[in-house]
């Protein structure tokens, strides 16, 4: 398939597969993913925003606006409960995915997850930069400042990674998401306590979250001293770069991450992180096309005209993206397992879709 085909397939896969209040499903065809993520969905969104379809993006930070703007009790409550020292379940806290009719998704399946709320307000923000509409702003106030107060509050709470996993743990790429959503607010806005608070932030993940000279998977707090839990890499530490600038692309700390990324996880795509398990451990459509975003920065344009090569060639007679390719399967007998529990891999994966268009236009 050629790119300017899969540009078109994928741009009407995604408006195809969106809710009509909004929300877009990850998979339409994988079950388990019949929900709407608020981080998928912004990459989302922002990539429609990149390709001129603004007003899918608009109403699916409406739709987010309408599904966190009755949250404000429960988020008092929860900074409450901070403020006195209270213990506070993981069961408490607002969720990382819902139903796309809006409802809160109440299955045992761990929800506590704050990359999604970080990455909503700096893709509302880029809506706003993109496509000039200052007024979605003051029509989604409520939920804007009901995240607002949910970030400031809880960013140093352990909570699930990207992919729903180490709950106990705090994750760099989801500190860079909530650092990129409140420095994004805070320049669009002049507020200098969200500009304060993202540059805290900023400092803990380059006091704390490194190690030999580049980023850690995860950390934990140990006796009162934040030191790593996870020590390798994971392909998403990319973010700290691309989209939300913890670190410019040529950050020597930035640098040795991707190095080691490229030696780990690079075969002819990008896998997630060394222990992955979740059907063997493929190679990703997204974080492939992360890669090549991140290599565009650098102006390497052939690496990054590599990555966008591949990921066309993974396209299906119908042009739909999967979530992963089992080439290079890192746990291979899991594979199976991961099959006979749920099927194949999702295919289409819309944040996948999302990704090429992304790495297509930054190539434009």
């Not at 729903?164 to 306590?193: F, I, M, N, Q, W």
């Not at 052939?302 to 290079?328: C, F, K, M």
Request: with cysteine; glycine share 8%; net charge negative.
């Amino acid at each position: 398939m050629e790119r300017d085909s899969l540009i078109k397939t994928s741009i009407s896969l995604i408006k195809w597969n969106q809710h009509p209040r909004g929300g877009y499903i990850a998979s339409p065809l994988f079950p388990t993913y019949a929900y709407s993520w608020l981080r998928d969905g912004t990459f989302i969104a922002n990539a429609m925003d990149r390709v001129r379809e603004a007003e899918s993006a608009a109403l699916f930070y409406r739709w987010v606006g309408r599904v966190l703007k009755d949250k404000r009790a429960q988020v008092n409550l929860l900074i409450q409960k901070h403020e006195r020292k209270e213990w506070i379940d993981r069961s408490e806290f607002m969720g990382t995915r819902y139903h796309l009719d809006g409802r809160d998704d109440v299955s045992e399946w761990g929800h506590f997850q704050l990359d999604g709320y970080g990455a909503w307000l700096w893709g509302l923000t880029e809506h706003v930069r993109l496509t000039g509409n200052q007024a979605i702003l003051e029509e989604l106030r409520e939920s804007v400042e009901i995240t607002v107060d949910y970030l400031t509050t809880f960013w140093h709470y352990p909570n699930f990674d990207c992919w729903e996993e180490y709950p106990d743990y705090v994750h760099p790429a989801t500190l860079a998401c909530v650092y990129g959503g409140l420095k994004a607010l805070g320049e669009l806005e002049h507020r200098t306590e969200l500009l304060e608070k993202a540059a805290m932030i900023k400092r803990f993940i380059l006091d704390h979250c490194t190690e030999d000279g580049r980023f850690v998977k995860s950390i934990h707090c140990v006796n009162e001293v934040w030191q790593p839990a996870l020590h390798g890499v994971d392909a998403s530490l990319l973010w700290l770069s691309v989209p939300f600038g913890v670190c410019e692309a040529d950050d020597p700390i930035m640098v040795k991450t991707v190095q080691a990324i490229e030696a780990d996880l690079k075969h002819g795509g990008i896998q997630r992180y060394v222990e992955d398990r979740y059907f063997g451990g493929g190679e990703w459509i997204l974080l492939t096309a992360w890669y090549g975003w991140y290599q565009t920065k650098l102006g390497n344009i052939e690496a990054a005209q590599r990555a966008l090569t591949w990921i066309i060639s993974q396209a299906d007679s119908l042009g739909r993206l999967p979530e992963q390719v089992a080439d290079n399967l890192r746990e291979p007998s899991a594979h199976a397992e991961w099959i006979s529990k749920y099927g194949e891999p999702a295919v289409p994966l819309l944040w996948s879709h999302a990704m090429f268009l992304v790495l297509s236009d930054s190539l434009q």
